[in-house]
């Protein structure tokens, strides 16, 4: 099969950690791969944001990344991309030519919309895209829990309805999020589940293991935004150290550089700031970003990873926490839901409450020989469930169900369908 992934702002050869760089840049990256691997051509395309970017990077005998110009060839927030997805579309559809892929597939909603334009002209032009869409966030759920704070275009989330009802498919990555599509008008019948991976050759249980400061340590691992609730954790502590767990150090892996970068960083100043006014600046670290060869070292030396965001639409660390045998105290949000089994790999709390936090810390800290247990089973169900390997199968199967009904509408022309929106919009989706 000949794949095309569209990921406008998340390259996969993106370091990790800035502002706009993270989980779905390792998405894009490990499920290129992955698919690559199962003997399928797949080509990458995402947005140059450097004038000096090569125009094409081959990764693989059957991967490579294209940079295409769309837009100011800098860094640009994503959320300042819409007006740049018709030229991202155009440099598509011209550098398929005369062999369009078989499955185009967006990721993230401004994707989507350049993957439908591309696909749209590639059908006027007699050669059909089938398109499928993996949103990795979704407007409504954002607008919801961040309100006034949303700096998202203000047509999101009418453009993000109009791409889901028009892709062939929609990958979701939860359960939740597959009831979010539910009342954005997509069919339960057009949604498949495949959720993120974890790079099971990196994260293991048994490695090297970063020393500590302090007799106990637990980790946190996000961009630095109020959203991803670090916050909460700091509090937690706090919390943690007047019940008593006085030799607690917590290391928050994140921000637009290393530590020393972080202080032109306003979301870290404030996390600095707070640790400071409740007492724990002594025991919080602002690791800054870590190298993802690192990353293993780090997370084993945790009595446990804390996962508190506001809302997560799924979450790569927990799977990374649990491919490293340690126990996730995770908000019981989103995709962590699905990922994390309470009591089994590592316990659920309330989402923005600090003292369920610490309580959930506390409890594993008072009882290693559970909480051992609770990183084995983690451990056995990323390996059942999240190797990169899975995730590709079920993807495949997916993008197999888009060309088999793609096919059924092309045999009837009476079928509604994102084809026939397509050709009413003259192949445009913007």
């Known amino acids: 099969m000949k794949i095309s992934m569209v990921s406008e702002h998340a390259s996969p050869l993106a370091a990790l950690g800035g502002v706009d760089a993270g989980g779905q840049n390792v998405h894009v990256a490990e499920l290129s791969l992955a698919l690559s691997r199962r003997g399928h051509d797949v080509t990458v395309y995402t947005r140059r944001d450097d004038p000096f970017l090569p125009d094409r990077v081959r990764t693989g005998s059957r991967l490579e990344v294209v940079h295409v110009t769309a837009g100011p060839a800098r860094g640009v927030p994503k959320d300042g991309l819409l007006p740049y997805m018709g030229a991202l579309a155009e440099g598509i559809f011209a550098d398929w030519g005369n062999r369009p892929p078989d499955i185009v597939h967006g990721h993230f909603w401004m994707s989507g919309l350049a993957a439908l334009d591309a696909a749209g002209r590639s059908r006027a032009a007699g050669r059909p895209v089938e398109v499928v869409q993996t949103f990795h966030a979704l407007g409504t759920v954002k607008q919801r829990h961040q309100g006034t704070d949303d700096t998202s275009p203000a047509d999101r989330i009418l453009l993000e309805a109009m791409v889901a009802r028009s892709a062939r498919r929609v990958v979701a990555t939860c359960s939740d999020e597959v009831f979010e599509l539910k009342s954005m008008g997509v069919a339960g019948n057009r949604v498949s589940i495949a959720p993120c991976g974890v790079d099971l050759e990196l994260f293991t249980p048994t490695g090297p293991v970063e020393s500590r400061g302090r007799s106990h340590r637990i980790v946190s691992v996000g961009r630095l935004v109020p959203r991803k ?61 870590v190298q993802r060869g690192e990353m293993p070292a780090l997370l084993r030396s945790a009595d446990a990873v804390v996962c508190a965001p506001w809302y997560e639409p799924f979450g790569i660390v927990p799977l990374e926490a649990m491919g490293c045998g340690v126990p996730v105290v995770a908000a019981a949000v989103g995709g962590l839901v699905d990922t994390v089994v309470d009591g089994r790999t590592g316990l659920h709390v309330p989402p923005r409450d600090p003292a369920a936090i610490a309580g959930a810390v506390a409890e594993i800290l008072a009882d290693p020989e559970w909480a051992a247990g609770l990183g084995r089973n983690g451990y056995r169900r990323v390996r059942a469930r999240y190797s990169w390997s899975r995730i590709a199968a079920d993807t495949e199967k997916a993008y197999q169900s888009a060309l088999r009904s793609g096919s059924a509408v092309s045999a009837d022309s009476d ?16």
Not at 237 to 242: A, F, S, V
Not at 415 to 430: D, N, V
């Open 415 to 430: 079928s509604p369908g994102a084809a026939r929106h397509l050709e009413s919009t003259g192949g445009r989706a913007l």
């Open 229 to 289: 609730g670090m916050d909460l954790v700091i509090r937690a502590l706090r919390e943690l150290k007047d019940a008593g767990h006085d030799d607690v150090e917590l290391v928050i892996v994140g921000g637009p550089g290393s530590s020393t970068g972080l202080e032109g960083d306003p979301e870290a100043q404030r996390l600095k700031s707070l640790a400071r006014t409740l007492g724990v600046e002594d025991r919080v670290e602002l690791r800054g970003q």
